[in-house]
């Protein structure tokens, strides 16, 4: 499970659900995700990276790896950037405009807080940097500590969703979402003899 799984494993991604994520890992099609917004992303990422070192004066670097918690090795991440120096990371996000007051008052989407607080469980540090270019309107930096309490419920909600649905064939129960009722409509599209 890696960062980006986890806001839609505890029901905090708008854009994601935890029956999309158990599919993503039961299926054996390798699914393609990229949208306008998804390659603007990955384009403007070291734009971020570069912003976030002109505002803090922080070096950072590319973390080139995969990750794995070695206790609980279903736990991955691949961190945007590392802190050069410091027992921290970066995560780059480029926003639209439209969700700009997400981020207004101090505030950080809740599912990046819960993909944040996954890579310190993975990587054992006790800060991380997310760095968030709102298009047309403002650059954000907003620094999250390690919450311990937090970590050790996201550990034992991935270790369940890992161990009772991904490892043993059992799909996640209907959640009400949007994104849930979008990946039905993917997978069973014009299908009118199955019962879902």
């Known amino acids: 499970l890696t960062g980006t799984d986890i806001g839609a494993i505890t029901g905090m991604n708008p854009y994601s659900s935890a029956f999309q994520v158990y599919h993503d890992k039961r299926s054996a099609e390798i699914a393609s995700f990229d949208n306008e917004a998804m390659r603007q992303g990955c384009d403007l990422e070291e734009y971020v990276a570069r912003r976030f070192t002109e505002q803090t004066g922080l070096k950072v ?27 921290a990371g970066l995560e780059c996000k480029t926003v639209n405009a439209y969700s700009a007051d997400k981020w207004s008052d101090g505030k950080i989407p809740l599912h990046y807080q819960m ?82």
Do not use: C
Request: net charge negative; aromatic share 12%; hydrophobic share 40%.
């Open 61 to 87: 670097r590319r973390a080139n790896a995969i990750y794995q918690n070695e206790t609980y090795p279903f736990m991955l991440a691949d961190f945007d950037r590392l802190i050069v120096g410091k027992n």
């Open 115 to 196: 993909q944040v607080q996954h890579y310190l469980a993975v990587s054992g540090y006790q800060e991380w940097y997310v760095a968030a270019l709102i298009m047309g309107r403002e650059f954000l930096v907003r620094k999250i500590e390690r919450d311990e309490e937090l970590i050790a419920n996201l550990i034992t909600v991935e270790k369940r969703f890992w161990e009772e649905h991904v490892l043993a064939g059992v799909a996640p129960d209907p959640d009400g979402s949007r994104a849930y009722s979008d990946m039905l409509l993917q997978l069973y599209h014009g299908d009118r003899e199955k019962e879902i």
